[in-house]
């Protein structure tokens, strides 16, 4: 089968959703990553395979995914000819970190009214001027979510590990844009560099490095969306060049960051 791919995206004037995106891969497999947001997916054509805190799931075209920010997923096929899925991207200002933990023991819901409501946020997200709508849909959606994951109590760990993790988190995100190297991050969190990779890997399931890539790409997400050209963007985002950023964002996204833009521009024009 010929790899084929259509990517539609766009930020809409909707609070609370950072982006909305569509999309159409035959062959694509997304590697572990995270997203600093919630990720609502429906799949409306095939199937997803994914692994959500090294456990492995299946996203039916029948059900409603919800993955949770800051834990690591991938994703691929699991049908022969590929998959269709919608997603919205939500802020934590819809789910707040309390839900995470349930999100991750159940992130596929069979919920056919959820489903059906999720559509039409879509339908709503779609149409300028319907934005009062849209919101309105999104508050039902977040209540009907929020029944679904009532917080557990969440698994403790040790803490030494936790905190050593945690802050060398932190500091990843704090310089996001930047370059930090091992040696600096042992010396500020104060662990030796071998004991600081082992506690982030078993705290999140997901190397540093490959942490901050997916964090930088999520942030080109953002300022691709707002018009900024892709070399500004790879500047901005720490990358070396604009074919360094290319490189990873299509490895996660699934397309270039010019492709990523210009479907955002024409998704504007076709919704005008």
Do not use: C
């Not at 800051?70 to 919608?86: D, E, I, L, Y």
């Not at 933990?101 to 339908?123: M, S």
């Not at 560099?193 to 890539?213: D, V």
């Not at 490189?247 to 996660?252: G, I, N, P, T, Y």
Request: aromatic share 6%; proline share 8%; net charge positive.
């Amino acid at each position: 089968m010929v790899s084929q791919q259509e990517v539609s995206a766009w930020h809409p004037a909707v609070a609370g959703v950072v982006e909305v995106f569509h999309a159409r891969f035959t062959e694509h497999r997304y590697p572990m990553h995270v997203h600093d947001a919630w990720t609502l997916l429906t799949v409306d054509d095939g199937a997803v395979r994914y692994d959500l805190d090294r456990h492995q799931h299946g996203a039916p075209h029948h059900t409603v995914t919800l993955l949770p920010p800051q834990v690591p997923h991938n994703g691929s096929p699991a049908t022969p000819h590929g998959f269709r899925k919608r997603v919205l991207y939500l802020d934590t200002s819809q789910l707040d970190e309390t839900f995470i933990g349930a999100a991750v023991d159940r992130p596929e819901l069979t919920d056919p009214g959820l489903r059906i409501r999720v559509g039409r946020l879509h339908q709503a997200l779609a149409s300028p001027g319907d934005e009062l709508e849209a919101a309105s849909r999104l508050v039902l959606i977040n209540q009907r979510l929020r029944e679904h994951l009532r917080p557990r109590a969440t698994i403790e760990r040790p803490p030494l590990e936790v905190t050593v993790a945690h802050r060398f988190r932190d500091l990843l995100d704090a310089r996001l844009p930047d370059s930090v190297s091992l040696e600096e991050a042992a010396r500020v969190v104060r662990a030796h560099p071998t004991h600081l990779i082992r506690a982030f890997s078993s705290a999140f399931g997901i190397a540093p490095h490959q942490y901050l890539i997916a964090r930088r790409v999520d942030l080109a997400r953002r300022l691709l969306l707002a018009d900024w050209p892709p070399q500004a963007v790879a500047a901005h985002t720490g990358f070396y060049d604009q074919p360094h950023l290319t490189r990873h964002f299509k490895r996660l996204v699934g397309t270039t960051p010019g492709r990523y833009a210009r479907s955002s521009r024409t998704s504007r024009v076709n919704r005008l």
